[in-house]
């Protein structure tokens, strides 16, 4: 069963910055699409941002366009998420998974999620 962990989240003041990584074990993270989606307290999980296996397609939802930033490095069998200029309206649970690829903001997760990583961003 394909399923990654989360890891790099924490408590931030607002306008800081965070770097969440997402970690592949016993299988070759290369081969596919990656999706960062997170869940505040009381709404649904949304997607935040995905990127192709290679690396070529990426999508933002709109309220993170120019603040976060999706990478990969295949090579470490890791994705990664830059969150700048980080806003309360950030605080959620995120998480990572794979996706039947990146058209859209939303894509289908295809492999189990994890516990995800908490991000807080308060003063």
């Known amino acids: 069963q394909l399923q990654l962990v989360e890891s790099g989240g924490g408590l931030v003041q607002p306008g800081g910055s965070l770097r969440l990584s997402c970690a592949a074990s016993?299988?070759?993270?290369?081969?596919?699409?990656i999706g960062w989606f997170r869940q505040a307290p009381g709404k649904e999980r949304e997607g935040v941002s995905c990127i192709s296996s290679i690396g070529s397609g990426i999508k933002y939802r709109d309220s993170v366009k120019d603040r976060f930033t999706i990478s990969r490095d295949n090579a470490k069998n890791t994705a990664y998420l830059q969150m700048n200029s980080l806003k309360p309206e950030d605080t959620a649970v995120y998480f990572c998974?794979?996706?039947?690829?990146?058209?859209?903001?939303?894509?289908?997760?295809?492999?189990?999620w994890g516990q995800g990583t908490q991000v807080t961003v308060s003063s």
């Open positions: 016993g299988f070759a993270l290369r081969y596919y699409a």
């Open positions: 998974v794979i996706v039947a690829g990146c058209t859209s903001v939303n894509p289908t997760p295809t492999s189990s």
